[in-house]
């Protein structure tokens, strides 16, 4: 399954994402530092979505309330909401 993200309040502008079954097959964060979401990215690769959500939400970058690795959370939570429906 493959999910395509519009971030909101961060710095990268999208963020897409294949699931493989439970676990996150591949991610790939458009815009935002390169480096940390590269970092982000390799690390949810292969891992369950419930950890990946667990460890990332609220997760805040400064004062924008949220953050790229939040931002993956609540996509991930979206499209287990959207998949149970």
């Known amino acids: 399954m493959k999910i395509d993200y519009q971030t909101r ?3 990268a502008s999208a963020i897409t994402i ?3 079954g439970e ?3 591949d991610v790939c964060f458009s815009g935002g530092c390169h480096g940390n979401a590269q970092g982000v990215a390799a ?5 369950p979505v ?5 460890r990332l939400r ?3 970058c400064g004062a924008k309330g949220t953050s ?3 931002q993956l959370a609540t996509a ?3 499209a287990l909401l959207q998949e149970a429906s």
């Open 76 to 78: 991930l939570t979206e």
């Open 43 to 47: 690390l949810a690769a292969g891992q």
């Open 50 to 54: 419930s950890v990946i959500i667990e």
């Open 58 to 60: 609220g997760i805040e």
């Open 9 to 11: 309040g961060t710095c």
């Open 68 to 70: 790229c690795p939040d």
């Open 18 to 20: 294949e699931l493989e």
């Open 23 to 25: 676990r996150v097959k």
